[in-house]
């Protein structure tokens, strides 16, 4: 049976739609649109070569999901987190973290206990190396890298899909760098705790140490959104 122009239509609808929304959403969380950036329908169908429907369907999604701001007749604009959103995002993620990281130690085999160890290690050459020759990128990275192995080694899809989800929104992703040597240094005590509860299976000790690591992000990040570091409770 031959399919038809309009049946080809709808079959492909969706998945324009989706490369729409995955392509901005892309450059979004790489930095190429910064907060703020204007985007308008026509821009998206101009640049990506893609028709009205499948550009306005990706917009309305990047709307809900907080990748966006605006309406269709007056255009969008990345969103610009509030220091309330990063606040409530963040603090959720912490305690995500931290009761992944007690199931991962339950759960975790030896091998995935040794890249704990090792990422725990990398993570701090990093900020090491921030230290000594400025801009702390890389440690931002190697720390967020960090975060999402206890919950892969978890071995709980509820918990990967939910953290997945907070830890790709504008509210965790835009504001994470740090800049501030002094607030960086202050982590430094961290990493022999969360390496010796990694070796010794502690979730208990490790997940208080991540939740306190994240916490203490979100007062510096908050700091540098000129927030003071909380007032949030």
Known sequence: MMVGESAMQTLERPTLSSSVYNKVKQAIISGELAAGSRITEKMLENSLDVSRGPVREAIVRLVHEGYLKGKSYKGYRVNHPTPREVHDTME????????????CMERADDQQVATLSAEV????????????????????????????????FSRNEVLVSLYERLTNHPAYIL???????????????????????????????????????????LKDVLAELGEGGGGYG
């Not at 000594?132 to 890389?138: I, K, S, T, V, W």
């Not at 990275?141 to 192995?149: E, I, N, S, V």
């Not at 982590?187 to 070796?199: K, S």
């Open 175 to 217: 504001p994470w760098g740090i800049d501030d040597p002094v607030a960086v240094l202050r982590r430094a005590p961290d990493f022999p705790l969360l390496r010796q509860a990694v070796l010794e299976r502690d979730g208990v000790t490790g997940g208080r140490v991540i939740c306190d690591m994240l916490r203490r992000s």
């Open 121 to 152: 290690d990398a993570m701090e050459r990093e900020m090491e190396r921030g230290l000594r020759e400025g801009g702390f990128e890389l440690y931002g990275a190697k720390m967020r890298q960090f975060m999402r192995l206890p919950v892969l």
């Open 92 to 103: 959720v993620v912490a305690a995500l973290v931290g009761a992944a990281f007690e199931l």
